[in-house]
């Protein structure tokens, strides 16, 4: 009964905090849906595309969920279900959403750009080179993570068609036909003109053809190749127009995640009333576990579930240029991560199951373990067990695979930003070597190559990283936010709290591991991935640093004319 209080508790709160919380937001902001967004008026077929409010919700809550929300949580559990469970609940409603509906709405108040060029608005056009810099390291570490995590999902030691496939194998050939099926419905929406019900009754009826096809019949290829051929579709994809494939894939891959925690759920109630699983992680465990303290570890560890800075990245990137009316903008940008944080809670829930195999490390992943978890509650003996133990695998690797589509096409953004000019609205505005910088295979192609090298080296130097790299971002977007929104004459303050706890936090996190690499350094016991994690934190803290300077000074600025 444990499981059912927490998630029923979880689901009360997060709806509370959308509909007083979000509304009040929304109201102290100005949204106004009579007013265009970049998504009409700079309609270009390619990024700028007008999105029916459901298929950009698939694409915005499958991009920013990714794997985050369940190997964060499930990473946290060392320290309880108590602290992980507030984090999530506390985080979703006044940090994570917050920050991500912020974003979005100063995007769409500038062009459907990018937080770099929010920061230059209201900071300077030095401080958005250095944010951009910053954004670039961040997402170099979302490629390699991600294409770590996929290749991984589909890795097998055979090659070719198999009629007696491995969960790796049924996985990999699933996503494959999803990216088909995406494309599909892409032309039947956006050329053929066929409206969104019957083509998605289409699309889950193509899904569920793809996961019988999967469970037959698999497809094998070695990691190795697998990262090449991720990181050729990757390039592709982050080039194509957003109708042809992001737009559908995304908003095909939701209907899979609303399916899993749909699942979730009903497992959650049948081993509370069936007894076929018990909930074995204790409210709390202690302040210090394996993975740290819990000031910072808890609050970098959880990450997606509760606030994410690639959050900020997705909202400015590519949903803000797909945002039809901005009504639309609490329930994709707040709602969206309120979502996330269930979800976080259901994948605390979900290891909770199997909690003694976890930490005895009988699983490879977190993942592994959520699907297990989730698998258990339906009895670990139950003809429906391998079943839905492959479906919810599959489901983790096609949310990984979405945000890496998303996180690719962001660094080609955002690369490009950092050679143009004020003025200058493409490459084809630049002169010189600017304009070949700038130019979006270049940068797509750079980022591509150096996050798919990292990600073939050492997941777990690149994982040890991402975390704190990613929740510094938070903290600077919610700054960038912040000080846009001072700047403008809306109300600001609800930002200062999240901002500057999240900024201390990370800065801590990221200090202590320059601390302890350069101990290492010091004792002739460092790796090659010991001196890649204190370059890459050393220069996060530098950057962060300077950038929570320039922001000090804007809030300084604005106060002083505030009061005169």
Avoid at 90 to 97: M, T
Avoid at 293 to 302: E, N, R
Avoid at 508 to 522: D, N, P, W
């Amino acid at each position: 009964m444990t499981a059912i209080l927490i998630i029923a508790a979880a689901i009360v709160l997060l709806v509370l905090g959308y509909v007083f919380y979000g509304s009040w937001l929304a109201k102290q902001w100005g949204i106004d849906p009579s007013r265009k967004t970049p998504a009409v008026e700079m309609e270009d077929g390619v990024d700028y595309v007008a999105a029916k409010p459901a298929v950009l919700m698939g694409h915005h809550f499958s991009s920013i969920a990714g794997a985050g929300p369940i190997n964060g949580p499930i990473q946290a559990s060392v320290f309880g279900w108590l602290p992980v469970f507030l984090w999530c609940v506390i985080g979703g409603i006044f940090f994570g959403g917050l920050q991500d509906f912020g974003s979005l709405f100063a995007s769409i108040r500038h062009g459907g750009k990018s937080v770099g060029e929010i920061i230059a608005d209201t900071m300077g056009s030095r401080a958005k080179k250095l944010f951009i810099i910053f954004a670039l390291l961040v997402l170099i570490l979302v490629i390699a993570s991600f294409v770590n995590v996929v290749a991984g999902t589909f890795a097998s030691t055979n090659v070719g068609f198999t009629t007696s496939p491995t969960g790796n194998e049924t996985t990999a050939i699933i996503s494959l036909g999803f990216i088909v099926l995406a494309i599909i419905y892409g032309l039947l929406t956006n050329r053929l003109g066929l409206k969104t019900a019957p083509a998605t009754v289409i699309g889950i009826v193509g899904i569920a053809l793809l996961v019988v096809l999967g469970l037959n019949v698999g497809f094998a290829l070695g990691r190795v190749t697998w990262i090449v051929l991720i990181g050729a579709y990757i390039t592709i994809a982050s080039l194509v127009p957003v109708w042809i494939l992001l737009q559908p894939r995304d908003y095909l891959s939701s209907f899979l995640l609303y399916a899993m925690m749909a699942v979730a759920l009903v497992g959650i109630v049948v081993s509370a009333f069936a007894g076929t699983a018990t909930f074995e992680i204790p409210m709390f465990t202690g302040w210090s576990t394996s993975i740290g303290t819990l000031f910072p570890a808890l609050f970098i560890t959880v990450a997606c579930g509760a606030c994410s800075g690639f959050h900020s990245l997705i909202s400015t990137g590519t949903s803000s240029k797909q945002l039809a009316n901005e009504r639309d903008a609490k329930p994709i940008g707040y709602g969206s991560m309120l979502i996330e944080s269930a979800l976080g809670v259901i994948s605390l829930i979900a290891v909770g199951m199997v909690f003694t195999k976890y930490t005895g490390g009988e699983f490879g992943s977190p993942a592994v373990a959520f699907a297990s978890g989730i698998a258990t509650m339906f009895g670990e003996n139950s003809p429906a067990f391998h079943t839905i133990y492959a479906l919810l695998t599959l489901a983790v690797s096609v949310f990984a695979l979405t945000s890496l589509d998303t996180g690719t096409r962001l660094s080609r953004f955002m690369f490009s930003e950092l050679f143009l000019k004020e003025g200058e609205a493409t490459y084809k505005d630049a002169t010189g070597i600017r304009k070949f910088l700038a130019y979006p295979l270049t940068g797509t192609l750079l980022m591509v190559v150096i996050g798919c090298v990292l990600g073939g080296l050492s997941l777990s130097q690149i994982w040890g990283l991402f975390g704190a790299a990613n929740q510094l971002l938070a903290g600077i977007a919610l700054m960038a936010v912040a000080a846009w929104l001072g700047n403008v004459g809306k109300n600001n303050k609800m930002f200062y709290i999240p901002m500057a706890f999240m900024l201390i936090a990370t800065i801590t996190s990221l200090c202590m591991t320059v601390i302890a690499k350069v101990k290492m350094i010091g004792a002739a016991t460092a790796a090659w991935g010991d001196w890649f994690q204190l370059i890459f934190a050393a220069a996060m803290v530098v950057l962060a640093v300077i950038l929570v300077i320039e922001g000090v000074q804007t809030f300084t600025k604005q106060n002083k004319a505030k009061a005169a």
